[in-house]
């Protein structure tokens, strides 16, 4: 079992939708958790970061996080066009070291 | 753009070869770790370094090494390159404050080697 799971999209929406991205982890100790965006050919971009279980908002941007279900997502409210990207899971399983999932490959139709 | 710099952006190495990555890190960022990210998949976790020490190291063998310097900058060696060794060298910075880690890791640009 990977420690960090993403479905692998790509995850289509229209402009102005609600974009659901979501993760699971397998590490049950793990505390802290953060979203990524990766344009092509570019490096990660934090967009967020959870520690506490619930909802965490950020503009258009919330991240949601459920530990007993070992679950964490990221909603993108009224998707734009220059959203479309892959965005990156990933925990922090000790040590500051960070396990990314592989990636949901998210697009936004104009 | 968050601060962290890495050189060179491109390189093209044949197998068998040693190559040396660059990084300086943000400003007031002491830690510093590396992530190797192959074409389609999320970053995986070299190393770390702190105090110009190792603390902690992923799965990846000996042949890939590190450095810090007092500046908090870092060396990513790799000796014996390996065709699968080509892949975008990511590294990320985080700062040390008030007696822990912050853990958010900002990410420089990226070194995409390519090994023939």
């Known amino acids: 079992q990977k420690e960090v799971e993403q479905n692998s999209g790509p995850l289509s929406v229209p402009e102005g939708a609600i974009a659901s991205l979501n993760c699971t982890y397998s590490?049950?100790?793990?505390?802290?958790f953060f979203w990524y965006r990766q344009y092509s050919g570019k490096s990660p971009e934090l967009i967020m970061f959870?520690?506490?279980?619930g909802d965490k908002e950020d503009g258009r941007f919330t991240a949601q996080l459920n530990k007993a279900s070992q679950y964490v997502s990221l909603l993108i409210r009224d998707s734009q066009p220059s959203d479309s990207a892959t965005y990156l899971c990933?925990?922090?399983?000790?040590?500051?070291?960070?396990?990314f999932g592989a990636g949901t490959i998210l697009r936004v139709k104009s | 753009e968050t601060g962290v710099t890495q050189s060179p952006t491109h390189l093209i190495k044949t197998r068998g070869q040693q190559v040396t990555l660059r990084c300086s890190s943000q400003?007031?960022?002491?830690?510093v770790s590396w992530y190797q990210q192959a074409l389609g998949q999320g970053p995986q976790f070299i190393f770390q370094?702190?105090?110009?020490?190792?603390?902690g190291r992923g799965n990846f063998p000996p042949r890939f090494s590190g450095l810090q310097f007092p500046n908090y900058s870092s060396e990513l060696n790799v000796n014996a390159l390996e065709l699968d060794d080509s892949a975008l060298y990511l590294c990320?910075?985080?700062?040390?404050?008030?007696?822990?880690?912050?853990?958010?890791?900002?990410f420089g640009p990226g070194t995409r080697l390519l090994v023939l």
């Open positions: 370094y702190y105090r110009e020490e190792e603390n």
């Open positions: 400003s007031g960022h002491n830690t």
């Open positions: 959870i520690y506490s279980n």
């Open positions: 990320a910075s985080s700062p040390w404050t008030s007696g822990s880690w912050e853990e958010t890791q900002y």
């Open positions: 590490d049950r100790g793990s505390q802290s």
């Open positions: 990933a925990v922090n399983v000790y040590g500051n070291k960070l396990v």
